[in-house]
């Protein structure tokens, strides 16, 4: 069977930098029989779209207005999976990845060990990285390899490839970044995810997906809490309405004590924070049943939509 790879490039701007990342691209990769490149134009207003037809890109999404990374990412899945690609590899356009990696990422898959792979980044010794970024980083990882179960040491990674079963399931549903969520994801539905170790390239311009590392950090903790949330409510809600109702319950047993010592004081303020407590706990715990229902029809409606995109992406149908 024939085997296309689509290297799939968002480019927000990147007329300066697109020809450097383009330079290293591979041409050619053992398994592979064809290699195309596709680019997302985010909305960009210098001359992204002209250099990219210049340096003989196969396809390009436009959009008229900038939309975001998150969203760039889906549209370029979608239109790589009607382009017929058997793998899809993401990069930035700001050759911050090197080229050589992607025979590296794309081998597990051609190998059939992985459905997802992700590079792995030499976060300690790039230079450019802060000791503030760096700890962030791997703070940021672990809390992902928590959320999802699985083993992935550079989750904010954006140098990755997907198998086409992988890239069919894939739902982003943020505005933000699709990095953390796709990883909660598969570990969610138990795909085979791994990840190799790449080389990067010295930094050519400042990121543009957050203003500082703070930012960075509040936004990033926003998707991990929400897509845990999403596919694991139950634990979620059990977890805090047990937690309300063990509080309300200990102030209850201090009330006993002291009522049983003999202090007959009414205690009116910890009676009413308990009875609050207890309230917002079997509530919660309420809400957790209510949501595991919807967690499980989204199963349903997920395994359907897989169904529908299998159907809708056809090796034939072509953009």
């Not at 930035?92 to 597990?108: C, H, K, M, T």
């Not at 790449?198 to 926003?222: C, D, H, Q």
């Not at 596919?231 to 047993?253: H, N, R, S, V």
């Amino acid at each position: 069977m024939s085997l296309k790879l689509i290297i799939q490039i968002p480019c927000y701007n990147e007329e300066e930098t697109l020809p450097l990342t383009f330079r290293d691209l591979p041409k050619n990769i053992e398994g592979i029989d064809t290699i195309e490149y596709l680019i997302i134009n985010d909305g960009s207003t210098d001359g992204t779209v002209e250099t990219a037809r210049g340096l003989g890109i196969h396809h390009i999404v436009n959009f008229r207005i900038n939309r975001g990374l998150a969203y760039a990412f889906r549209a370029g899945i979608d239109a790589c999976l009607r382009l017929g690609a058997d793998i899809i590899v993401n990069t930035d356009a700001d050759n911050q990845y090197s080229g050589d990696g992607i025979e590296r990422l794309v081998r597990p898959i051609l190998e059939e060990r992985a459905d997802i792979v992700i590079g792995e980044r030499p976060i300690d010794d790039t230079g450019h990285f802060s000791w503030k970024k760096k700890k962030f980083q791997r703070l940021g990882s672990w809390v992902v390899r928590v959320a999802s179960n699985t083993k992935i040491p550079d989750a904010p990674s954006g140098f990755r490839a997907y198998s086409r079963e992988a890239a069919i399931q894939l739902n982003v549903i943020n505005e933000y970044t699709y990095t953390l969520e796709t990883i909660i994801q598969a570990g969610h539905h138990k795909m085979a995810i791994t990840s190799v170790p790449v080389k990067t390239n010295p930094e050519t311009r400042k990121s543009r997906l957050f203003k500082n590392m703070w930012a960075y950090m509040i936004r990033s903790a926003g998707v991990i809490f929400r897509s845990f949330l999403m596919y694991k409510p139950l634990k979620t809600f059990l977890f805090t309405g047990f937690t309300f109702l063990a509080a309300g319950l200990a102030i209850d047993l201090r009330f006993l004590i002291l009522y049983i010592s003999g202090d007959k004081n009414y205690h009116t303020p910890s009676l009413i924070l308990a009875a609050t407590f207890i309230l917002i706990g079997i509530q919660t715990i309420i809400i957790g049943f209510i949501a595991d229902l919807i967690s499980a029809n989204r199963k349903i409606l997920e395994d359907i939509q897989k169904r529908v995109r299998t159907i809708e992406y056809k090796k034939d149908v072509s953009v």
